[in-house]
């Protein structure tokens, strides 16, 4: 079921043959996805509506941080911190990778930009988010008055909004280049086009949502994977695939239509063939997905930008083409600064779209937007606002929260 594999001779030629693939792969697959529809949810914006200032927080936090609950959210951190360390160390091993593109990058230190933790690892890490997650977002300007008692609303506001972030950049990563053959189209194979199932993997995980989260009928989901792939023939043998293998098979679940026995087969073929091209070319597939997690999708929006004008001239007459160049990066970043704040703050977890791509956002800050991009850039990829802007980073952006 694999594409046939390329035999690139140094370490330049597979960089480049590899990102030349995924560019000219998804950027025509992704010329479509738009919001749809309104938000389901409008954010509580911090009462400052602006990024938390750790530098002003600090001392507040240094009274905090010994006592219960935040306790227990700094112990928490900690316990992320190290295993974050133990997933980064350069030189592990990346046999797993052996039918990808990067098998022959001689230098091991480049390996961490895709590197994924154990699943032992993986599942520790969405233990812990979820616990923090949820210790955050219940903390109270009361409860914490009990500790230090002139500390406000705002101030309580920024404190949880500082957590959020903080845990942003403790999360699993996953790259797409490892995903399983699936959702196939035509002659791409899966790990070319499931940048999307893969940054949803993410960001499940960095809300503490694992595949034990999934709600639905689980004989049946091992019964479809069953059909697709014959090797996984029990419930264990879904728990125990990265998540974006198991996203994978319940995205063709959301397709599948109940039948008597004998069309089994053909009515899992017929949705694995009806969803493959919508993963790339619509956004409710998202919202089909998460519902089986406990998650909601509670907003989408688009962000105009020099890169999204660029994508959009490619449909409009002559007569009516946008001008690049009249979207300042200024107005780009204050656009996305106000929108997407609010939604970290609460930890809202958040995908993003360029035109032909998806990915998960870590962070916005003064700096630029920090991504964890499933493709050709691996984890903590940093833009500064003037390329984000010229990219078009948040063509599309969606915020899911547990339900």
Same mark, same amino acid.
């Given at each position: 079921?694999?594409?046939?594999?390329? @035999?690139?001779?140094?370490?330049?030629?597979?960089?480049?043959?590899?990102?030349?693939?995924?560019?000219?792969?998804?950027?025509?697959?992704?010329?479509?996805?738009?919001?749809?529809?309104?938000? %389901?949810?409008?954010?509580?914006? =911090?009462?400052?509506?602006?990024?938390?200032?750790?530098?002003?927080?600090?001392?507040?936090?240094?009274?905090?941080? *010994?006592?219960?609950?935040?306790?227990?959210? +700094?112990?928490?951190? &900690?316990?992320?911190? +190290?295993?974050? %360390?133990?997933? @980064?160390?350069? *030189?592990?091993?990346?046999?797993?990778?052996?039918?990808?593109?990067?098998? #022959?990058?001689?230098?091991?230190?480049?390996? /961490?930009?895709?590197?994924?933790?154990?699943?032992?690892?993986? @599942?520790?890490?969405?233990?812990?988010? *979820?616990?923090?997650?949820?210790?955050?977002?219940?903390?109270?300007?009361?409860?914490?008055?009990?500790?230090?008692?002139?500390?406000?609303?705002?101030?309580?506001?920024?404190?949880?909004?500082?957590?959020?972030?903080?845990?942003? =950049?403790?999360?699993?990563?996953?790259?797409?280049?490892?995903?399983?053959?699936?959702?196939?189209?035509?002659?791409?194979?899966?790990?070319?086009?499931?940048?999307?199932?893969?940054?949803?993997?993410?960001?499940?995980?960095?809300?503490?949502?694992?595949?034990?989260?999934?709600?639905? @009928?689980?004989?049946?989901?091992?019964?479809?994977?069953?059909?697709?792939?014959?090797?996984?023939?029990?419930?264990?043998?879904?728990?125990?695939?990265?998540?974006?293998?198991?996203?994978?098979?319940?995205?063709?679940?959301?397709?599948?239509?109940?039948?008597?026995?004998?069309?089994?087969?053909?009515?899992?073929?017929?949705?694995? !063939?009806?969803?493959?091209?919508?993963?790339?070319?619509?956004?409710?597939?998202?919202?089909?997905?998460?519902?089986?997690?406990?998650?909601?999708?509670?907003?989408?929006?688009?962000?105009?930008?020099?890169? &999204?004008? /660029?994508?959009?001239?490619? !449909?409009?007459? #002559?007569?009516?083409?946008?001008?690049?160049?009249?979207?300042?990066?200024?107005?780009? /970043?204050?656009?996305?600064?106000?929108?997407?704040?609010?939604?970290?703050?609460?930890?809202?977890?958040?995908?993003?779209?360029?035109?032909?791509?998806?990915?998960?956002?870590?962070?916005?800050?003064?700096?630029?937007?920090?991504?964890?991009?499933?493709?050709?850039?691996?984890?903590?990829?940093?833009?500064?606002?003037?390329?984000?802007?010229?990219?078009?980073?948040?063509?599309?952006?969606?915020?899911?929260?547990?339900?």
């Amino acid at each position: 079921r694999q594409g046939k594999p390329i @035999d690139p001779k140094t370490e330049k030629d597979v960089v480049a043959t590899w990102r030349g693939i995924l560019n000219s792969e998804v950027k025509p697959a992704l010329a479509g996805p738009v919001p749809e529809g309104p938000a %389901a949810e409008t954010p509580v914006a =911090t009462p400052v509506g602006a990024q938390p200032d750790a530098g002003a927080l600090a001392p507040l936090l240094d009274q905090l941080k *010994g006592q219960e609950p935040v306790k227990a959210i +700094e112990d928490i951190v &900690t316990s992320l911190t +190290e295993i974050q %360390a133990n997933v @980064d160390s350069p *030189g592990a091993d990346t046999s797993k990778w052996s039918k990808k593109l990067w098998e #022959a990058i001689p230098d091991t230190s480049l390996h /961490k930009l895709y590197k994924e933790g154990s699943d032992a690892q993986y @599942d520790e890490m969405t233990a812990l988010l *979820g616990s923090a997650r949820e210790l955050v977002s219940g903390l109270t300007t009361a409860a914490l008055q009990a500790i230090v008692p002139e500390i406000s609303d705002t101030q309580t506001a920024q404190i949880i909004g500082y957590y959020h972030q903080q845990l942003n =950049t403790l999360t699993p990563f996953f790259t797409q280049m490892a995903n399983m053959n699936i959702l196939h189209k035509g002659k791409s194979d899966a790990w070319r086009r499931t940048c999307n199932v893969t940054s949803l993997s993410m960001v499940l995980l960095s809300l503490g949502v694992g595949a034990d989260a999934f709600n639905g @009928d689980k004989d049946l989901l091992v019964k479809i994977a069953n059909h697709l792939e014959p090797s996984i023939n029990s419930w264990d043998n879904l728990m125990a695939l990265r998540m974006p293998d198991f996203v994978q098979f319940v995205a063709v679940l959301t397709e599948y239509k109940d039948g008597p026995d004998e069309g089994f087969g053909t009515r899992v073929d017929a949705a694995r !063939d009806t969803v493959a091209p919508k993963v790339s070319t619509t956004l409710n597939i998202f919202t089909a997905i998460v519902k089986y997690f406990g998650v909601n999708r509670v907003h989408s929006g688009e962000i105009d930008s020099k890169g &999204t004008a /660029k994508r959009k001239n490619e !449909d409009l007459p #002559a007569d009516k083409q946008l001008d690049p160049e009249s979207f300042k990066t200024e107005t780009f /970043k204050a656009d996305v600064m106000r929108d997407v704040t609010p939604w970290i703050n609460q930890g809202g977890q958040i995908v993003v779209n360029r035109p032909g791509h998806y990915l998960r956002l870590q962070s916005i800050d003064d700096s630029g937007v920090t991504l964890d991009d499933p493709g050709d850039e691996g984890k903590n990829y940093h833009v500064t606002w003037a390329e984000s802007n010229s990219i078009g980073h948040f063509r599309s952006w969606q915020v899911f929260k547990k339900a």
